[in-house]
């Protein structure tokens, strides 16, 4: 049987409220006390979203949503787009951790849409922008490739786990993008 936490309305609720004590702190309000290491070390996590974002250091979700140890379930790779092993990772956490929201965080000035709208990497950055292309086209703005990037991964999420799933039930996908300069997140949904 899944297991469940706060339903995805009240995560996302939770997650807005925090970006707002966020917008006006100098650290992070989230609890990182040793007692709440020692307990989720003895009782284990419960985070309330599961955040798939960008592996930019400018970007720390758990700064951004005021959040401390074991309330949000980080995935992070460049570009946030979305393959297996993040897919693995959301049912792990939605299922077993019991989280009914997960959020595709993008942000401005994000390296990898700039490389994929503007340069042609080789290696293994390839495979990157080659899924931010699939987003974006030719979409030339930073902030609409962005949007089209996060949106792009929300239905691979989506269609992916096929949801709405009986097993996922109550489990909720959506896009937001964070703009590094201000500190605020526009939620797409």
Do not use: W
């Amino acid at each position: 049987m899944r297991k469940t936490n706060l339903s995805a309305s009240e995560a996302l609720e939770k997650l807005k409220e925090g970006n707002q004590r966020y917008l006006s702190s100098g650290t992070n309000s989230g609890d990182v006390s040793p007692q709440i290491r020692e307990k989720t070390g003895k009782e284990g996590q419960t985070p309330y979203a599961i955040v798939i974002t960008c592996s930019d250091s400018r970007v720390i979700p758990e700064s951004i949503f005021s959040a401390g140890i074991g309330e949000v379930f980080v995935i992070r790779v460049a570009g946030n787009v979305i393959a297996g092993h993040q897919l693995g990772s959301i049912e792990y956490a939605a299922d077993h951790l019991g989280s009914n929201l997960v959020v595709v965080l993008g942000h401005t000035h994000c390296g990898a849409v700039g490389a994929a709208i503007n340069d042609e990497p080789a290696g293994y950055v390839k495979l990157l922008t080659d899924e931010i292309r699939k987003a974006i086209g030719q979409e030339k703005d930073e902030l609409r490739a962005c949007r089209l990037n996060v949106q792009r991964s929300v239905s691979v999420i989506e269609e992916s786990l096929g949801l709405p799933k009986p097993e996922l039930e109550g489990l909720k996908v959506c896009g937001a993008v964070y703009d590094i300069e201000s500190g605020s997140v526009e939620f797409m949904d």
